[in-house]
């Protein structure tokens, strides 16, 4: 008889540029489960000179959560969640915090401390570099995200309208070229 299977080994850490396509792949994973994935139009390049740029400093920032299916074998982790995120900075506060852009976690591994791991990464880094604010959006028909934000003690911020501008608006409110009579 065999012995019984070890329990799957997890870990969480900072972003290297050899996950680039499980990023990739987890973000259109979650523009497909949020019924959007026509949005989706990043590539694993863009993210690549976003993330880990040649020229300059990243604006832009990835934790990933990594599932090995036995202890041990290093090559046999696998990116099954991350959260990618980048520096937001309050005027009222005065400080940088952090805005998570998203979340993610494979629907198979869900439920068991994943998502948990990955906001209590970001949490960490807040806490050792001064920043008062972890905060992100989610969208209103999300209930099981929303309870489980929740859970932990995130608290909506319904007073607030979130606007977007693209495509044409942006292009007619770029071409001003002086203030409006």
Known sequence: MAPPASPPTVRVRAAQ???????????VALAEYEQDPASCTSTPEDLRIALFPDDREAAAFALVAEMAPTAGAETSYRVVGMAVWFLSFSTWTGRHGIWLE??????????GG??????????????DRGYPRLEWWVLDWNRPSIEFYESLGA???DAWT????DDAALTRLAALDSLPE
């Open 17 to 27: 540029p050899r996950d680039i396509a499980d990023i990739h792949r987890l973000i």
């Open 162 to 165: 979130t606007y977007r501008m």
């Open 155 to 157: 608290i909506a911020q």
């Open 102 to 111: 998203d979340l993610y976690v494979e629907a198979a591994h869900r439920g």
């Open 114 to 127: 994943l998502g948990t791991a990955l906001l209590a990464g970001l949490a960490r880094i807040c806490r």
